[in-house]
Structures are given as structure tokens and as C-alpha cells.
């Protein structure tokens, strides 16, 4: 009810703004008119319309990014006493493994969102929430997640506390197709941005901050089509005797363009009237060092948005090993600063500070980015079940096999004993190795008693005797 009343508050506010105007989707210029536009017209004039898109460079490094996080799984773990489990907030596992909404999958979510960052400097999505009902009170479950265009949103801090406390964050969207108007709070909002920012709210985008270099890759790749256009034939000097009028010029110089440029021109004969001479400009690509300036201004573009070479099909100075290390590298120099910004957002605002105080967060696997041939796979799962890190079920799933029965026991070498079995062991042979106590010497033998052995001898003689 606060929110709602917010929005509308603010609507009426933001009504006679000069900014609040919004644009509907056009689809007349974005698909060939029927009134007898070939194909060939329609990606003439569309293609004249992409703007940053239209670099190659550009569109290869977004494309790479975005795809990049859209394969990657997400998982939600709870921190126990005995361990890391997967969590029990099956809303949020839904929502964020299985189906943001139900239009989209995960895949296509994520990299939706990687997509507005990189190209706007930031990415929103509005976390829906429903109050589930109980015995006593309730709980907020996650029903959606809903992706908001970047450049439908404007963030906005609350310095004077007027809709709630001072200093809060608000995110105004505008829809895009109804022009209806929202205003959310900052716990309903999931927000990424590039790492260039000033302020830590807002990020900026690559394409603002190197503009001019992507403008000068834009001015290549035209010079390159128009070269093509023309069947790649340079410029030409018309030599003639003799005063024309203007006129007269545009209509010998469009009678020389209509016998030349194009490719259905090409290895045919030119007519020379007699008197003139043409002189073609021999200007070669490869003394302006035109691919070796492409090819630089392509590495400088991937290099500010972390990309590697060779994911710009550039392996001039790779090989199969390189190329492997570079992917490593990627993913240690490039995404993980995305990944943990991700999670770090998910865990705070779609689990809540409730679950985070209970242990639980989010976690995207990366491992997925590193997998490697079947014969490594099988030695790594041998490596971690025989030395107990892995049950044998555990490997079979990530296998997608079935369990087997007594699976479910870790597995160690019996060659080997626990670190304190093996210390105390240690201390009793060093116990054992020590000198024997000093014993007490034995007293000498006492003298014979002359009285004694003299009783025995007549006891001795008596007996004898009597015998």
C-alpha cells in the first residue's frame, strides 16, 4: 500500500517534468514495409539506424559477455554446522535456477541483464514478492523476477526524506509499451553495474567512455562497405580540354560513376570520350595500413571490456594451449568481478537479510567456464572419490547417472590414518627411544650363619643315625 501510494504521488509529481516522455515500440521501422521494399533496401536503411551496433568489435564483445554469464548455473547454499547444504528457500531457488518468470528462462534472463549492463552501464530487475499466509502471520515468498530496460529507468536519492527516510534510493521505471509509471524501493530492485563508476550508484557505459575509438572503427568499417559498393574501385581524375559548366561536369562525372563504380561494373570496359583521359588515384589499403589500425582499435575496444584476442577471432599469437590460458585468464581477470557482484546482489535483496543471518547465499558456478575433455573429467572424479572429497554418488550425478546402492559412504585409502593418529604415534616412538630410568643397585650377599649350618649338620647326624 506504501509503495502504490508512493508511485502515485510521484507520478503526479514527475507529470509535469519535461523528461517524462516515453517511446513505443516501432514496429514499421524494424520489419520491411509492403509497398514493394526489397530486402536488400530494408538492410540498407535499417542497418544505416544500428549505430554502435553496426561495429563489429562492439557487438562481438557484448555478445561474448552476455553469453558468458547466461550459461553459467546458479545454486543456493546454507551454511550448517557440519557443512555446506543446498538450501531449503525453494522460492528463490525457483526463481533464480529454473525460471525467472514465465516468459524467460534463466539462460536468457541473465544475459538480458549482463546485456543492459555492458550497454548502459546498468542492469535492473524487479524481484516480485507475495505474502504467504500461515497459522500465525506469514512470510514474503519470491514469485518473479522481471527485467527492467536501462533506459526505462532512472534512479533517484531521496536527500530529503520525502518519501521515506533520508538518503534512500528509489528506481523510477517507466514501461516501455502501457507508458505506465512505478516507483521501487531499493530491496525490490536488483541492480549491477560496470566497474566504471564515480559515485558507486550508477555505473557508465564502455560505449560513452570510448566513444571516439568506437566511432573510428564505425568510420572504417563504412569506408570498407562504400569501397564495396563501389566493386573496389578508387578514385579517378578526369583530364579534358576545355571550360564546362557545372552542370555539364555532374553529368560527365555520373556518366563515368554509372560505367565504373559498382560490382556489376567489374572487368568491364570503360568509354573514354576522345580528348579526355582518366587517371585512377592508386591509393592501396595496405599503405594506409588499414587492416593493421583496424585490427589495434579492435584489441583496444575488447581490452576495456575484458575480452581476450582470441575471442575476437584474433590468434595471431595463439595456440590450442594459449588459447586455453587466455579462457582461464578471462575468467579470473574478467568475470569474476561480474560473478561476485551478481551473487553478492542476489544474496542481500532476492534471500533477504533474514536467510543471509541463517547462513544462506547464492553461488553461480563458474566451473562450467573450465570444463575440460572426458578422460581428465573421469581422472579428476577417481582423484576426489578415492581420496574421500566426493562421495561415489556425488560424482555419478554430476555425471547425470543414477546412484547405486552403498554409494553413499566416502571412500579413503587404507594406507592412510588421521594427521592426530599419525602425531601421536609419533610421540610414543620418540617416547620409546629414551634412555631406561636408573635401577636401584643390588646388596652384596650377607655372610653364612656358623650357628645355622652347625643346627643342620647334627639335624643331619640325628637323622642318619636313626636310619
Known amino acids: ?74 545454486n543456493v547454499f546454507r551454511t550448517t554446522p557440519k557443512g555446506v547444504n543446498e538450501s531449503r528457500r525453494k522460492d528463490v531457488i525457483r526463481v ?66 520525502i518519501f521515506d527516510g533520508a538518503g534512500e534510493v528509489w528506481y523510477w521505471y517507466t514501461d516501455p509499451y502501457s507508458g505506465k509509471q512505478y516507483l521501487f524501493p531499493t530491496d525490490d530492485v536488483i ?33 570498407l562497405d562504400k569501397l564495396y559498393e563501389q566493386g573496389m574501385t578508387a578514385k579517378a581524375t578526369l583530364e579534358y580540354t576545355g571550360t564546362l559548366s557545372p552542370e555539364a561536369k555532374e553529368a560527365l562525372r555520373q556518366a563515368f560513376e554509372d560505367f565504373g563504380n559498382g560490382p556489376q561494373n567489374t572487368g568491364r570496359i570503360m568509354p573514354v570520350p576522345l580528348g579526355m583521359k582518366l587517371t585512377p588515384l592508386d591509393i592501396k589499403l595496405t599503405d594506409a595500413q588499414y587492416f593493421e589500425l583496424r585490427k ?39 568475470e569474476l568481478f561480474i560473478l561476485k557482484q551478481y551473487e553478492e546482489e ?48 556425488e560424482a555419478r550425478e554430476k555425471l547425470d547417472m543414477e546412484g547405486v546402492e552403498g554409494g553413499d559412504r566416502p571412500l579413503v585409502n587404507g594406507t592412510m590414518i588421521p594427521l592426530t593418529v599419525a602425531i601421536s604415534k609419533t610421540d610414543e616412538k620418540q617416547v620409546g627411544q629414551e634412555p631406561p630410568p636408573p635401577t636401584a643397585q643390588a646388596a652384596p650377599p650377607a655372610p653364612p650363619d656358623p650357628g645355622a649350618g652347625h643346627e643342620d649338620d647334627q639335624e643331619g647326624g640325628e637323622a642318619r643315625h636313626e636310619g
Not at 28 to 44: D, H, I, K, V
Not at 191 to 214: A, F, M, W, Y
Not at 296 to 312: E, S
Open 296 to 334: 589495434y582499435t579492435a584489441l583496444q575496444i575488447a581490452g576495456a571490456m575484458g575480452v581476450k584476442p582470441n575471442q575476437i577471432n584474433d590468434y595471431e599469437k595463439s595456440s590450442y594451449a594459449n588459447s586455453e590460458m587466455q579462457q582461464l585468464t578471462f575468467l579470473t581477470d574478467t
Open 1 to 74: 500500500m506504501k509503495t502504490q501510494f508512493l508511485t502515485d504521488f510521484f507520478r503526479k509529481i514527475v507529470s509535469f517534468m519535461p523528461w517524462n516522455r516515453w517511446r513505443r515500440y516501432n514496429s514499421a521501422a524494424t520489419t520491411p514495409s509492403q509497398s514493394g521494399e526489397s530486402l536488400a533496401e530494408w538492410l540498407a536503411r535499417v542497418g544505416k539506424k544500428r549505430g554502435i551496433w553496426s561495429e563489429i568489435t562492439y557487438f562481438t564483445c557484448m555478445k561474448t559477455l552476455a553469453e558468458t554469464l547466461g550459461k553459467i548455473p546458479w
Open 96 to 161: 533464480l535456477k529454473y525460471r525467472p518468470n514465465k516468459f524467460m528462462t534463466p539462460t536468457i534472463f541473465w544475459s538480458t541483464m549482463e546485456m543492459n549492463r555492458n550497454h548502459f552501464g546498468n542492469g535492473y530487475a524487479y524481484i516480485e514478492r507475495r505474502f504467504k499466509r500461515k497459522k500465525y502471520g506469514g512470510t514474503y515468498e519470491v514469485r518473479n523476477l522481471w527485467i527492467m530496460p536501462s533506459n526505462c529507468v532512472k534512479v533517484l536519492v531521496d536527500d530529503s526524506g
Open 346 to 393: 542476489t544474496t542481500f535483496k532476492v534471500l533477504g537479510a533474514e536467510s543471509m543471518e541463517d547462513g544462506e547465499y547464492t553461488k553461480m558456478n563458474e566451473k562450467v567456464l573450465l570444463r575440460t575433455d572426458s578422460k581428465t573429467q573421469m581422472e579428476i572424479f577417481q582423484s576426489a572419490v578415492g581420496s574421500g572429497i566426493y562421495l561415489i554418488n
Open 191 to 223: 541492480h549491477v553495474k560496470t566497474s566504471h563508476t564515480l559515485n558507486g550508484i550508477t555505473g557508465l557505459p564502455v560505449q560513452d567512455i570510448l566513444r571516439e575509438t568506437i566511432e573510428g572503427a564505425k568510420s572504417g568499417q563504412k569506408y
